[in-house]
Nanobody
Framework: QVQLVESGGGLVQPGGSLRLSCVAS????????MKWYRQAPGKEREFVAQ???????HYVDFVKGRFTISRDNAENMVYLQMDSLRPEDTAVYYC???????????WGQGTQVTVSS
């Protein structure tokens, strides 16, 4: 059974930092492109960042320079370091795993990030 479990969300003040983690089980982790998405209230889920099975990274423009995605294949973990957080970063953040050839795709249950003073 495949599971993606996120953790690390919470309440943080503007300008603060959080580190999200996602642990995967039931897949050959090193064969998967790992991604983070987010969904704010009343909005569609949107792409945030990804790291390929070979370690190449890609970010959406509004997080470039603030967020860093990384992975640890030995531990089946993917991380999202979020710095200089803004209120508009408030959302549920989801971990996503996509097999490098396209399918299958798996989702975690999400972790809430709230940026507020």
């Amino acid at each position: 059974q495949v599971q993606l479990v996120e953790s690390g969300g919470g309440l943080v003040q503007p300008g603060g930092s959080l580190r999200l983690s996602c642990v995967a089980s039931g897949i050959t982790f090193s064969n998967y492109i790992m991604k983070w998405y987010r969904q704010a209230p009343g909005k569609e889920r949107e792409f945030v960042a990804q790291i390929s099975e070979t370690g190449h990274t890609h970010y959406v423009d509004f997080v470039k320079g603030r967020f860093t995605i990384s992975r640890d294949n030995a531990e089946n973990m993917v991380y999202l370091q979020m710095d200089s957080l803004r209120p508009e970063d408030t959302a549920v953040y989801y971990c996503n795993a996509r097999y490098y050839l396209g399918n299958p795709i798996y989702w975690g249950q999400g972790t809430q990030v709230t940026v507020s003073s």
